[in-house]
């Protein structure tokens, strides 16, 4: 008979078992695993044993359930019985048995014993737990256990799938996790580092995904979340960089099963329940295939690593001896920027914003954040890329705000484009030109296409019933008009929905309706429209839809949502409105009316462009050289797929249509929503207030991205991904190695004499730029970042593993090993900087002045990894690059953005800063007054050249943000003021004392 073993278990296949069905006394968990050719011979055996013992004809039941053989499940009869868990206090494999129990609604007696008690004769040493099924037969595999009490419920199937999880968890997690466990319950040195790898790829897999196999709950995700729990309760850490794992994690931990499972096994002991078992259990031995691997007979510390091949070694050392005599320079950027014959002509637009009102952070990410980073990866490609974007002016949302603030809708536009644009400016997004659409361009081109649709008669007209405000003498939109709501009564319910029972309604249904603006009561009258004839259009539309769709990136969330219009079949849409502030309709009998934003608004990409530049129409009316990328959120998806390409496909004049439509979910604020009105969330001018580099925003936006699925910003897991990514991990590294450089090589890059472990790591180094590459060129802007952070860990890796620190104390040779591991180290950095770039613009620039570093480097055009810093190259000044976020700050900051403040505990929330922990440190003292004196001259040089107002205060700012960071650098108060200050010369208080 052969057999595969693992952990605790055993798989068999049905021909072996075939030959030894008879012999069913074994004390051993038999899982069998087989394919539809083996169930000729599972039926046989199952007939054979109709009449057996209790845990071989259970067994056999829940084989065949689970197999789906339902005609031999009434051939063996199952004698009811009591199971029994024997188990030591505190042991973490018992979460599977008790969590499988509860969810299969099984009653199973628990009884806890000593880990040095015999409990079973024939066992030399204790495997808790075991699960006692009577007749002296036991189950001694925890996830045989785990399976076996699942299989009671006809809900769990089991599955090849699903098995293979069970294997995973035994022989590829188990062996690393093992050891750490007992040396973080041991109190010994842990590094998570040996975790990376299995945690890695089950954070891949978890990707878009609720649960391990398919969309249901099954033994797969019991066992590798009881295998964790004990590391992650201990550790909180441990998964803090694994978004999916984490919302995988939460999600089961919050289920009533597990979480009476853990109560039981840890009895209110929390953590610490699991010590004493974790510190008596064997280690588990890692495969053979693993330990040779990592070249011992542990798991190695450093896991990061590819099974490069030799090629790519090979090519990776030719690129890095030789690369810089053939690699590209950066292009050169000339405004305006035009479409140039046979080169990779791309045009980037972002969502308009509304002009009425601060963006918060899911707006910043949602549109122009992430079309700043693909847009700046454009350019470290050399691809000849536009990136337009402005303020969509016009509407109902605008003139509303006007009349809550006493204006005019035009004073409105001027104060709020302004406000976007600083806010834009200070989370550094770069537009090639950011406009608005109330232009006269807007209007001219506007018009323009509805003329030639009214003439290719794809418009058509219809009436509708609305509201009108006879003492105003205007048609009342919904956001105009209150009364009490239809269904519940609620007395101040808006007309498009009710603020107390939530529902939608339709503003001419409201009881005793009143104008917002002058309270009289407004009466129903029809008013005639112009409407898209989107059904004349469907044709050209789902076949543009199809076309782009399968040729082009378009996200499944933008597939899916085109996708269902078309197949529910388009309707005319209205594309006018009884406003006054919009783009004028020109067509005779409606030029009292504007079209509505919905068509106008998309137009605005256009008219910005003409505002940009007068060969607009190079770029707009030339579908054969441009690839255009739309960014939004997915509620923008309906517009920028069916109804502005339909407009556009109607006009018929050769207009540039998108060919790749990128559509995020939605960005929560700590699992609820951002709302201005009630004080929840970060909105853009506050994310400055809080003194965070715009850097730290832009870098923890764009890991959390919601490209599958809504994702939400958490202050703590802000905290954390700082803490660790980018100052443990990436800031780490970086500073580590340029300050060795400096400290024992004059900061000087030394002789580099490549050893295979180097060129190693240039391969591997190589093959992730490969894949960020590719994700940019895929616009998997998260997964790109994540090729970032895996390079610096790399050169973590490498760094700890060679431990210069200790060869440059010794001879020649291993003073020039130091050298080249931290020569090929630094030349690391100098890649890290480039591909910061679309994320982390400043700090991208601030690591390149560090290293002293030519621009030629600000290209990726190859994916080749180039060595710029050669040896004799002289670096600059080192400084870290992040700082620590403490807790106290995420607590104040956490407590400000609630919507739970009264309005004066927020009027006496002094900003936070960036850094705080009262510590003074001198070197980065050292360094920010040198920055404040620099700052400081670029001010007073601006203001002696009498330089635009506007160009002065965002310099000031930056004066400021300095300023402060400096005073926390030194340990001071950064609000505090300087002495003197505030203080009336001359002037007596009460009492006759200055």
């Known amino acids: 008979m052969t057999a595969l073993s693992c ?98 609604a099984v009653n199973i007696e628990c009884k806890v014993v000593n880990s040095a008690d015999q409990v079973l004769p024939f066992l030399k040493k204790n495997r808790f737990p075991v699960l006692e099924l009577g007749d002296d037969e036991h189950l001694f595999s925890a996830n045989a256990i785990c399976s076996y009490i699942l299989g009671q419920s006809e809900t769990y199937k089991s599955s090849v799938h699903i098995d293979e999880w069970l294997e995973w968890e035994a022989t590829q997690l188990q062996p690393f996790l093992g050891p750490y466990l007992a040396a973080i319950y041991g109190s010994g040195k842990a590094e998570v580092a040996v975790l990376e790898s299995s945690l890695s790829h089950l954070n891949a897999k978890l990707d878009g995904k609720a649960y391990l196999v398919e969309d249901a709950l099954s033994a797969a995700d019991i ?46 002991k929390g953590s610490s329940a699991f010590k004493a078992s974790i510190l008596a259990q064997p280690l588990v031995a890692a495969p053979k295939e693993l330990t040779e691997k990592t070249g011992g007979d542990s798991p190695r510390e450093e896991c990061i690593s590819h099974d490069v091949s030799i090629e790519e070694i090979s090519a990776a050392r030719e690129i890095w001896l030789h690369g810089h005599k053939t690699a590209a320079k950066p292009k050169k950027r000339v405004h305006p920027l035009l479409p140039e014959e046979g080169a990779h002509n791309i045009l980037i637009t972002s969502a308009l914003p509304y002009v009425n009102n601060v963006p918060h952070l899911g707006n910043i990410i949602g549109c122009v954040l992430s079309a700043d980073v693909f847009s700046r ?32 809708p035009q004073e409105i536009c001027a104060k709020y484009f302004e406000l976007h644009k600083k806010v834009y400016e200070w989370f550094d997004i770069d537009f090639d030109h950011f ?156 030029t009292d009316k504007v079209f509505y934003v919905w068509f106008d608004a998309p137009i605005g990409y256009i008219s910005i462009t003409a505002c940009y530049s007068k060969d607009w129409e190079k770029w707009w009316k030339n579908p054969q050289q441009v690839q255009m990328y739309n960014f939004m959120a997915k509620d923008n998806v309906p517009f920028h797929s069916i109804v502005f390409p339909g407009s556009l496909i109607g006009a018929t004049d050769n207009y540039t249509l998108v060919n790749h439509l990128i559509a995020t979910e939605y960005l929560n604020y700590e699992d609820g929503k951002f709302s201005k009105s009630r004080g929840v969330g970060v909105f853009g001018d506050q994310a400055k207030e809080t003194g965070i580099p715009a850097d730290i925003w832009r870098f923890y936006l764009l890991y959390v991205r919601p490209e599958n699925q809504d994702s939400s910003f958490s202050w703590s897991d802000f905290v954390l991904k700082n803490n660790s990514e980018l100052l443990n991990n990436l800031g780490n590294f970086i500073n580590r190695a340029l300050t060795f450089l400096e400290k024992n090589f004059g900061g000087v890059v030394p002789e580099m004499v490549l050893v295979p472990e180097d060129e190693k790591l240039l391969a591997e180094v190589t093959r992730e730029l490969q894949e960020y590459i590719k994700y940019l060129d895929k616009v998997k802007i998260r997964d790109a970042l994540r090729c970032i952070l895996n390079i610096s860990r790399l050169g973590n890796q490498h760094i700890q593993a060679n431990k210069p620190w200790v060869l440059v104390k010794g001879s020649d040779a291993d003073k020039t090993r130091a050298g080249t591991v931290i020569g090929v180290c630094v030349n690391i950095s100098c890649l ?14 601030i690591i390149q002045q560090q290293l002293n570093a030519d621009e030629d480097c600000n290209v990726l055009t190859e994916g080749s990894f180039v060595c710029y810093l050669k040896t004799g190259h002289k670096i600059g000044k080192p400084s870290p690059l992040f700082n620590k976020i403490e807790q106290d700050l995420v607590d104040s900051l956490k407590k400000r953005f609630s919507g739970q403040q009264s309005k004066a505990e927020k009027e006496n929330t002094a900003p936070a800063a960036a850094t705080t922990g009262g510590a003074a440190n001198p070197a980065d003292a050292e360094r920010l007054e040198k920055e404040v004196t620099q700052q400081g001259e670029v001010v007073r040089k601006l203001k002696t050249e009498k330089a635009d107002k506007e160009k002065i205060d965002v310099e000031v700012q930056k004066l400021l943000a300095l300023k402060r960071a400096l005073a926390i650098s030194k340990g001071e108060d950064p609000d505090a003021k300087p002495a003197g200050a505030g203080k009336s010369k001359g002037k007596k208080k009460k009492g006759g004392k200055k």
């Open 435 to 590: 406009g608005r659409t109330t232009t006269p361009q807007q209007t001219e081109i506007a018009q323009d296409i509805f003329w030639r649709l009214h003439k290719n008669n794809y418009t058509t007209e219809d009436t509708v019933q609305q509201l009108l405000c006879q003492r105003c003498n205007r048609y009342l939109a919904d956001r105009f008009v209150e009364g009490i709501c239809p269904l519940c009564n609620y007395e101040d319910a808006r007309g498009d929905q009710c603020d107390k029972c939530g529902k939608l309604i339709v503003a001419t249904e409201l009881k005793k309706p009143r104008c917002k603006v002058c309270g009289d009561s407004p009466i129903i009258k029809q008013s005639t429209h112009l409407f898209l004839d989107l059904p004349a259009l469907l044709p050209q539309i789902e076949a543009f839809v199809k076309k782009s769709s399968a040729e082009g990136d378009w996200t499944a969330n933008s597939k899916l949502i085109a996708s269902t219009w078309i197949r529910d079949g388009l309707k005319p849409r209205c594309i006018t409105r009884d406003l006054k502030w919009g783009t004028p309709v020109p067509l005779e009998g409606y």
């Open 7 to 104: 952990q605790r278990s055993m798989i068999i296949s049905p021909h072996a078992l075939h030959d030894c069905h008879t012999d069913w006394g074994l004390s051993l968990p038999v899982w069998i695993c087989c394919s539809v050719d083996d169930e000729i011979i599972i039926k046989k055996i199952l007939s054979e044993h109709s009449s057996c013992g209790r845990r071989t004809a259970s067994f056999l039941f829940t084989f065949a359930r689970n197999f789906n053989i339902t005609d031999l499940e009434r051939a063996v009869t199952v004698t009811e019985f009591e199971m029994k868990l024997i188990t030591d206090a505190g042991n973490q494999h018992t979460l599977k048995a008790l969590v499988a129990a509860n969810l299969a």
């Open 223 to 268: 066992v590798v979340w009881a295998a964790l729990y004990p590391a992650a309760t201990k550790n909180t850490a441990i998964i803090a960089n694994y978004q999916h794992i984490q919302h995988w994690y939460q999600s089961l931990t919050s289920q009533d099963a597990f979480q009476q499972a853990v109560a039981k096994v840890t009895e209110g």
């Open 377 to 408: 990866f454009c350019r470290l490609r050399n691809y000849n890329v536009l990136y337009v974007c402005g303020t969509d002016e016009y509407g109902t949302a605008t003139e509303t705000k006007a009349v809550e603030e006493g204006v005019t």
């Open 832 to 845: 890290l900087s480039v591909m910061l770039q679309p994320y982390m613009p400043q700090t991208s620039k």
